[in-house]
């Protein structure tokens, strides 16, 4: 009798601290935030009263909100799209016998096990208008000195650098470890018929890697979705005096995570940032939702 | 191939560079910073700059906190997700596959935006401010439980606790005897990838508390956020902040990478 207790229960206890930690600290949080998100509920006030959808209304009439999401967009396909390719590119030329394969596997993940924090720090001073070393190297071209946080552009460029760099080694090593179960028979064969380097890569690799490339896709893509620390740091290291929320003076790098955490933390409008936070929600699952479509239909066959 | 060598070569060059030049600007003092050319080569200045840090920000605290805070997630992360990957691998009970791939999916739930709650959760219990809202959620995650699941039903032989029961093991003691020191090597490199990512963590600790009782993170940025643009305590608070990272990774940067790429083939 107590062996079948012991084998029938103990499996839920053990797999239970993962479930109960995640419906505690990760779903009622998420759930909740839709509550709230009906209110006037700030953090000093005792009192919350039901507003029904208004906080949506003055969201969606929010012109800096509409800005936010601009910028998510834009930051986040500047910093994704070139990534993806050059990682899937990277892996296929790690993707053979090679001397020093574990020193250059290594090189890949350095930026990756380097903090965000620390990446900003360094990237704004190398991003720096006066004595900034990319300047410097710029000049050498004939280029003037370039103020990378003033402007739109120049600021999402030098956000998506600092996003690629920390981000395309660690990702050409998940293409990587899925290239190596690519059965060699194939490559064999296609070189016996002549197809090139980049024919089988386009041809071959791709396609039979598929399942992880809509991987990857999907988790940048909510990752993308969610940017804040860099436009957070960003703005405090270029800008001087504080940090700075708003993602520089004009809100030129400001990100949806950032204005909602703007309302909600230092403006303590819980109600409001709730609003924002949920809207962001349904932008993520969508821009999921798509990203999904789109990578299900590579094929490859291109060239 | 002579050109795969020489693009892998520039990648690694690339990838190496701001960190060598950040180490560059911390061992300088701040009038080098408006040389041109800019100064490639360390300067003598590093450990004065290191002290400045200190002066600055409550650094010893910081990395006193962030030393607690990741270890004690990371030893929770091995033991829950061995225990939870054991059950999921090795045990039959009702449910099993739906859970798991809950589990998994709960790896693409943007939990970012639940911050809010979380935040007001944080007061209800008296947490802000403290090291218990950063380690309690993170006790355990799916990415772990996912991984030690991968590898126990590979590596974990079924006949190993076959036996272990027809030695009157209970499943605690299956788990404890046969299935823990089987599992030494995962869990060690899922140990290793949790406390980096717990170290480098900064959004939430930025969150929850409070600069007078930071993480290295969270000093980090206040070190970067102040109302003169000093890079040169900025890089030096980071080369000093990321040296124990490092250092792991140069030791067992081949098991980590090993374990990254393991827990993606079927990801």
């Not at chain 1, 499996?11 to 709230?36: C, E, H, K, R």
């Not at chain 1, 959808?53 to 800005?67: E, V």
């Amino acid at each position: 009798m107590r062996h079948t207790l012991d084998t029938r229960v103990s499996p839920y206890a053990y797999v239970a601290p993962f479930f109960l930690l995640f419906a505690a600290f990760g779903l009622f949080p998420l759930a909740y935030t839709a509550w709230v998100s009906l209110h006037e509920w700030t953090l000093l006030e005792e009192e919350q009263t039901f507003v029904g959808l208004r906080n949506y209304g003055t969201l969606l009439a929010d012109g800096y909100f509409w800005n936010a999401t601009f910028n998510t967009l834009s930051i986040g396909i500047l910093s994704t799209a070139p990534q993806l390719v050059l990682a899937i590119w990277l892996a296929h030329l790690l993707n053979r016998r090679l001397r020093f394969q574990t020193l250059f596997r290594i090189s890949l993940l350095v930026p990756n096990v380097t903090s965000v924090v620390a990446v900003v720090v360094i990237f704004s001073q190398l991003f720096g208008r006066d004595f900034g070393m990319i300047n410097w190297v710029l000049s050498w071209f004939g280029a003037g000195r370039i103020d990378w946080a003033a402007g739109t552009a120049t600021s999402h460029l030098a956000l998506s650098v600092m996003i690629m760099w920390r981000w395309t080694g660690y990702n050409a090593l998940i293409f990587l470890a899925a290239m190596q179960a690519v059965p060699r028979e194939l490559y064999e064969a296609a070189t016996l018929d002549g197809a090139g380097n980049l024919r089988q890569l386009v041809r071959i690799t791709v396609p039979m890697i598929r399942p992880t490339i809509i991987f990857v896709v999907i988790v940048s893509t909510i990752g993308a979705m969610q940017i804040i620390a860099e436009p957070l740091l960003f703005g405090s290291g270029t800008t001087g005096g504080g940090t700075m929320v708003t993602g520089g003076p004009d809100r030129q790098f400001q990100t949806l995570a950032l204005y909602v955490y703007e309302h909600a933390f230092t403006k303590f409008d819980f109600g409001y940032a709730s609003a924002a936070s949920w809207v962001m929600f349904l932008f993520v699952v969508i821009a999921a939702g798509v990203n999904f479509l789109v990578s299900r239909r590579v094929k490859g066959g291109v060239i | 191939m002579r050109l795969r060598y020489l693009t892998l070569t520039a990648v690694a060059f690339f990838s190496a560079f701001p960190l060598y030049y950040s180490v560059v600007v911390a061992s300088r003092h701040n009038s080098a910073l408006a040389q041109v050319p800019p100064p490639l080569l360390p300067g003598g200045n590093f450990f004065a700059n290191v002290a400045r840090v200190f002066d600055t920000v409550p650094f010893g605290l910081a990395l006193l906190n962030s030393v607690i805070v990741a270890g004690s997630i990371s030893v929770a992360v091995m033991f829950f997700s061995t225990l939870a990957g054991f059950a999921f691998s090795k045990l039959r009970f009702r449910g099993r596959n739906a859970m798991l791939v809950i589990t998994v999916a709960t790896m693409m739930v943007p939990a970012q935006l639940g911050i809010i709650p979380l935040y007001m959760l944080m007061i209800k219990l008296e947490w802000t401010g403290t090291n218990y809202a950063l380690i309690v959620p993170a006790l355990v995650n799916a990415f772990g439980v996912f991984f030690m699941t991968q590898y126990l039903s590979r590596a974990l032989p079924t006949e190993l606790l076959e036996a272990g029961r027809v030695d009157g093991c209970t499943t605690w003691g299956l788990f404890w005897h046969v299935v823990l020191p089987a599992a030494r090597p995962a869990a060690a490199v899922l140990g290793m990838l949790t406390f980096m990512s717990a170290w480098n963590d900064y959004f939430w600790p930025l969150v929850v508390l409070t600069p007078d009782n930071p993480t290295v993170q969270v000093a980090l940025s206040s070190l970067a956020s102040g109302y003169v643009n000093d890079y040169v305590l900025g890089l030096a608070g980071t080369a000093v902040g990321t040296l124990p990272l490092v250092l792991i990774f140069a030791l067992f940067g081949k098991q980590i990478i090993g374990g990254i790429m393991q827990g993606a083939v079927k990801g």
